[in-house]
């Protein structure tokens, strides 16, 4: 701002006085917010209408470059821990790096990420919620009685324990993020591109979604990267 760049901050959906339903939304509903706040910006004439970028973090790594595919008011994306691989790889990398930097053992991240790439499955099959409701909860009942080992949280009984573990994988944001391919999108990211990440993230390892950012942006030809 002390240089003249303008910043416009805008509270997610259902905080203060942002209205819409934060628990029930996607990745991609959130783009299509940040469209209005690009809009409302070339209705300002402080706004240098040629020179409006985004900043997005994380997930919002992941949301800049939408918004930009499909606006040509979007005139620079930089991104910051954001994402070139799919949602389902990118969660199965994020558990094996986190497991290991907590320590725990080989077997039993092997045995997680076998179990969770089943469930990723299932979520990118599914054909409607219903069904999905269903089949994840009877696979995670089947898993509690195979493994002897997997522990309850004390103060829950197991079915609120499958209850809840069902409701964090079939959330329509969970559903979308792990269907979702960042790639395909950022091949349609015309305007120059900024991604920094860092390399001690254990929740976007960085040379893998480098790697893949790049490799999508030059697929679509963007020389300005």
Same mark, same amino acid.
């Given at each position: 701002?002390?240089?003249?760049?303008?910043?416009?901050?805008?509270?997610?959906?259902?905080?203060?006085?942002?209205?819409?339903?934060?628990?029930?939304?996607?990745?991609?509903?959130?783009?299509?917010?940040?469209?209005?706040?690009?809009? =409302?910006?070339?209705?300002?004439?402080?706004? $240098?209408? %040629?020179?409006?970028?985004?900043? !997005?973090? #994380? /997930?919002?790594?992941? *949301?800049?470059?939408?918004?930009?595919?499909?606006?040509?008011?979007?005139?620079?994306?930089?991104?910051?821990?954001?994402?070139?691989?799919?949602?389902?790889?990118?969660?199965?990398?994020?558990?094996?790096?986190?497991?290991?930097?907590?320590?725990?053992?080989?077997?039993?991240?092997?045995?997680?990420?076998?179990?969770?790439?089943?469930?990723?499955?299932?979520?990118?099959?599914?054909?409607?919620?219903?069904?999905?409701?269903?089949?994840?909860?009877? =696979?995670?009942?089947?898993?509690?009685?195979? $493994?002897? %080992?997997?522990?309850?949280?004390? !103060?829950? #009984? /197991?079915?609120?324990? *499958?209850?809840?573990?069902?409701?964090?994988?079939?959330?329509?944001?969970?559903?979308?993020?792990?269907?979702?391919?960042?790639?395909?999108?950022?091949?349609?990211?015309?305007?120059?591109?900024?991604?920094?990440?860092?390399?001690?993230?254990?929740?976007?390892?960085?040379?893998?979604?480098?790697?893949?950012?790049?490799?999508?942006?030059?697929?679509?030809?963007?020389?300005?990267?």
């Amino acid at each position: 701002t002390k240089n003249g760049i303008a910043v416009l901050r805008f509270d997610d959906r259902g905080t203060a006085m942002s209205k819409g339903n934060y628990a029930t939304s996607t990745t991609l509903d959130f783009a299509s917010d940040v469209e209005a706040a690009v809009q =409302y910006l070339l209705t300002r004439k402080e706004i $240098d209408q %040629k020179k409006i970028g985004l900043i !997005g973090h #994380s /997930e919002g790594g992941i *949301i800049a470059p939408m918004v930009a595919a499909k606006s040509k008011k979007v005139s620079f994306i930089i991104l910051l821990a954001g994402t070139g691989i799919p949602g389902d790889e990118l969660l199965l990398l994020q558990q094996e790096l986190i497991g290991k930097a907590s320590g725990i053992s080989d077997e039993d991240l092997k045995k997680t990420k076998s179990t969770n790439s089943e469930v990723f499955e299932m979520v990118k099959k599914a054909k409607n919620s219903d069904q999905l409701n269903v089949d994840i909860t009877e =696979y995670i009942t089947k898993s509690l009685k195979l $493994d002897s %080992k997997a522990k309850i949280p004390d !103060g829950i #009984s /197991e079915s609120e324990y *499958i209850a809840m573990q069902m409701s964090q994988i079939t959330s329509p944001w969970m559903q979308f993020f792990i269907k979702y391919n960042p790639a395909l999108v950022l091949e349609k990211v015309k305007c120059p591109v900024l991604a920094l990440n860092g390399n001690k993230d254990m929740q976007v390892p960085s040379k893998v979604n480098l790697d893949a950012i790049n490799k999508a942006l030059v697929k679509g030809g963007n020389k300005k990267v």
